[in-house]
T-cell receptor, first 108, second 116 residues
Framework: DAKTTQPTSMDCAEGRAANLPCNHS???????VYWYRQIHSQGPQYIIH???NNETNEMASLIITEDRKSSTLILPHATLRDTAVYYC?????????FGEGTQLTVNP | KAGVTQTPRYLIKTRGQQVTLSCSPI?????VSWYQQTPGQGLQFLFE???????NKGNFPGRFSGRQFSNSRSEMNVSTLELGDSALYLC???????????????FGEGSRLTVL
């Protein structure tokens, strides 16, 4: 699986959009980009995934650059409950390799 | 729809003992994966089962084993417990996938094991 690089931490004001970047410059053609988050002491929660095209669901949007070497997870209107560690994972198989993730703190 | 259920939620064991953790996947999900989470190593993949067969295995010693039953429920076992096995053990289930995508994994709340 390709390695991913994420900022260690980010802050966001409540109600504003949170944009979480992820670099995956060694991604290969059949690898998907997945985003999960983990709120303290809970199991990770799936957010969204994509291959080439931008994706949107009820939780977030995923923007993947044309060369697929980076992506951005967008939480359009962050709330205090979005405070969590966000993991960007690249994989083509059935196992997930979690890195350090980004600690997102949403401030009132 | 019930989520992934893991039992027990908390347990304390002593070095040298063995432990069995249980995972009931979401109804209809046939793939079950196990992960270990520790403060030092983060979330690490243990193994994955699909239709009672181990499909993938992480880099853990043979003391860690698992199995899946015909109803997709899964158990993992750790023998000869060491202090370093203290961790949150997470189970995740998913629908069968068509090939190159893992699909969406649904995680349980985990079993927190403390080894004294």
């Amino acid at each position: 699986d390709a390695k991913t690089t994420q900022p260690t931490s980010m802050d966001c004001a409540e109600g504003r959009a949170a944009n979480l970047p992820c670099n995956h410059s060694t991604i290969s053609g059949n690898e998907y980009v997945y985003w999960y988050r983990q709120i303290h002491s809970q199991g990770p929660q799936y957010i969204i995934h994509g291959l080439k095209n931008n994706e949107t669901n009820e939780m977030a949007s995923l923007i993947i650059t044309e060369d697929r070497k980076s992506s951005t997870l967008i939480l359009p209107h962050a709330t205090l409950r979005d405070t969590a560690v966000y993991y960007c994972i690249v994989t083509s198989g059935s196992r997930l390799t979690f890195g350090e993730g980004t600690q997102l703190t949403v401030n009132p | 729809k019930a989520g992934v259920t893991q039992t027990p939620r908390y347990l304390i064991k002593t070095r040298g003992q063995q432990v069995t953790l249980s995972c009931s996947p979401i109804s209809g999900h046939r793939s079950v994966s196990w992960y270990q989470q520790t403060p030092g190593q983060g979330l690490q993949f243990l193994f994955e089962y699909f239709s009672e067969t181990q499909r993938n295995k992480g880099n853990f010693p043979g003391r860690f084993s698992g199995r899946q039953f015909s109803n997709s429920r899964s158990e993992m076992n750790v023998s000869t417990l060491e202090l370093g096995d203290s961790a949150l053990y997470l189970c995740a289930s998913s629908l069968p996938t068509s090939g190159s995508s893992t699909g969406e994994l649904f995680f349980g709340e985990g079993s927190r094991l403390t080894v004294l």
